[in-house]
């Protein structure tokens, strides 16, 4: 009988006893943010442009920094440019960040009290627009090095 | 001697008959010009006199509220049709005009902004809903395009080589669908290509500071229309204040006589007019037929009480051109005028303008249009073709040696406006926002800042632009 009675409280106390789980355990907590344009996350491309307007959304009271580097030659990165957007109700964020020629690479964090901060990340390659111009005014025949002029 | 002195004499008959048929014409047009009853000759020269009240000339193409060029970088430049120097607003017309005589309809498809504007394009972007029949008369064209739609935008696609396709789609913002048609061997799409890239490289030699990015191709879903937004590199960027002159002053005071030299125009005899001074100060001259005022709240509004011809053909195309052509003819407007809205009240066509220096558009202030009962810079009204009212801000507006100073950018105005609506609003939460543009607030200040205006359901707030 006592066996029975401790048996009937112990499924008693597994199937509705109330479970506490603390949401840093299984969560990651980390501020809900995406890029929508201006930048593809994990991706390297190319532009001839001189500057590049990053757009996205995140949530309301987060801060969003992009932070602009390149690499040294000895393979270091040097940060040139840094930008803080202090995001509101609509939760939009848009910022135009200029690059510099060569490879620029591009940090974007999102953090906010009390959550951890997330971020990602993405290469642009700035090459010279006078190389757009010549490509565009010139033509090339295989078979031959000298790149034909058409003017 | 006798045939000659014959001859002499049948000549002299004819020079008398045509003086006198001359004498009598000019006399009847200075003291019977409107009283065709009583002109004799009313049945002969009927269809030979136009007394200029039903208007029967230049069809005018109607004109888009905004131009964009878009560099296909997700990069546009915004500017309006009376400020372009380029020539790229008459290529995109002759494109169109392509498309009335030789074009092809291609398919209809959904609405798809990220493949609109993926590559350099000419958009025209319209405030209403324009049907495209209607739209096509103002080019003179018949031809069948396969489909009656209406749409709100035109986006024309060139190509860099001689000869190559043209491609135009017209897109219907409300049904989120395009109609697209293409006109193989165009003779303008090379130079519409160029004068993108020629615009493009001005653009970027002139380090200009403001670009514009596209809502719709940013992912912000938040707007209902694809709206074109500045942005700018720096934190911080200077732009031109603007100041106001009034053409009827002389040396700060109003000239009646200034005033009188500009208005004759809107007479039919200038000099049988009669004038007044009204108990607030402003100036009214009058015939039998037209009132013209002038207020001291600056307001220069023109009357037209001639009867309506009912039997006139009238239409939303000939109705604009009547617009358009009066508003041509008002010597005293020296600032350029975009088309911001038209609509139809008690069978007459409502035409509505606004200013715009510097490639911004300019905004009355509150007061302003309190003052003058006046939403827009300029209202004019037409019936059978022919314009009964004419209302519009009688200054002009051009650039100061002054500078301000823009530090907010349009997320950052979006957000005040949001809060604000949220506040007068008893909480309720933005999802569609309308329009948010940076113009210059026409208040009776002698500098004339920007501002950002945000619309929401029809209502617009104004924020400052700077922080």
Redesign the interface.
């Known amino acids: 009988m006592k066996t029975k009675i401790f048996g009937l409280l112990l499924f008693l106390f597994v199937f509705f006893a109330p479970t506490f789980a603390y949401a840093d355990e299984y969560s990651s907590n980390e501020v809900n943010f995406s890029v929508?344009?201006?930048v593809v996350i994990g991706d390297t491309e190319s532009?001839f442009?001189?500057?590049r307007?990053i757009?996205?959304?995140s949530e309301n009271g987060s801060v969003i920094s992009i932070s602009l580097n390149k690499k040294n030659a000895s393979g270091t990165l040097n940060n040139y440019a840094n930008y803080e957007i202090e995001i509101?109700?609509?939760g939009?964020?848009?910022q135009?960040?200029?690059l510099e020629i060569g490879e620029n690479i591009i940090y974007i964090e999102a953090c906010k009290n009390g959550k951890n901060t997330s971020g990602a990340s993405c290469v642009i390659k700035r090459k010279n627009?006078l190389i757009k111009t010549e490509l565009e005014n010139g033509i090339s025949i295989p078979g031959i090095n000298t790149m034909i002029a058409l003017y | 001697m006798t045939v000659i002195i014959m001859k002499l004499s049948k000549i002299q008959n004819f020079v008398i008959i045509a003086l006198v048929i001359a004498t009598v014409v000019q006399t009847g047009k200075l003291w019977l010009y409107d009283n065709d009853g009583h002109n004799f000759f009313y049945t002969v020269f009927a269809d030979f006199i136009n007394d200029g009240s039903t208007y029967s000339g230049e069809t005018y193409i109607l004109e888009p509220s905004s131009i964009i060029t878009g560099y296909g970088n997700k990069k546009f430049s915004k500017f309006y049709c009376e400020s372009d120097n380029s020539g790229i607003y008459d290529l995109g017309n002759d494109g169109i005009k392509e498309l009335f005589s030789k074009g092809e309809f291609l398919e209809k498809s959904q609405l798809d902004w990220d493949s609109f504007l993926i590559s350099k394009c000419l958009i025209f972007k319209y405030s209403q809903s324009v049907n495209i029949n209607d739209f096509e008369t103002s080019f003179g064209k018949n031809k069948d395009l396969k489909n009656d739609f209406n749409f709100n935008s035109i986006l024309i696609y060139p190509q860099m080589n001689y000869g190559s396709t043209l491609k135009i789609s017209f897109v219907d913002l409300e049904k989120e669908e395009s109609y697209n048609y293409k006109i193989t061997s165009s003779k303008v799409s090379k130079d519409i290509y160029d004068a993108i890239e020629k615009r493009q490289n001005n653009e970027i030699k002139s380090d200009n500071q403001i670009t514009y990015i596209s809502t719709k191709q940013s992912g912000f879903n938040i707007f209902y229309d694809n709206v074109f937004v500045p942005q700018w590199t720096e934190n911080q960027i200077e732009y031109s204040l603007l100041k106001r002159t009034n053409p009827f002053e002389q040396n700060g005071d109003f000239s009646v006589s200034i005033f009188e030299s500009y208005i004759d125009d809107f007479f039919d005899n200038s000099t049988s007019k009669w004038s007044e001074v009204n108990e607030q100060g402003g100036y009214l001259f009058s015939d039998d037929n037209t009132v013209v005022k002038y207020s001291v709240t600056g307001l220069l509004e023109y009357f037209n009480y001639k009867a309506v011809d009912e039997n006139v053909e009238e239409s939303f195309i000939k109705s604009y051109s009547a617009a358009k052509n009066f508003i041509k003819s008002d010597n005293s407007l020296k600032t350029d005028i975009y088309l911001e809205n038209w609509y139809k009240e008690n069978d007459e066509y409502i035409f509505c303008f606004n200013y715009t220096v510097n490639n911004m558009p300019l905004i009355p202030s509150d007061i302003l249009k309190e003052m003058n009962n006046l939403d827009y810079c300029i209202e004019i009204s037409v019936k059978n073709n022919s314009v009964r009212k004419y209302r519009r801000i009688a200054y002009n507006y051009e650039k100061e040696n002054k500078t301000g100073l823009i530090n907010k950018e349009f997320i950052k105005a979006l957000d005040e406006t949001v809060m604000i609506n949220y506040q007068n609003s008893g909480g309720s939460i933005v999802t569609n926002v309308d329009d948010i543009k940076l113009a210059y607030y026409m208040s009776g200040k002698d500098s004339i800042k920007l501002r950002w205006f945000t619309t929401i359901n029809n209502n617009v707030y104004s924020v400052s632009c700077e922080k």
């Open positions: 929508t344009s201006g532009t442009d001189k500057t307007t757009t996205g959304w509101g109700p609509t939009l964020f848009s135009t960040v200029e627009r």
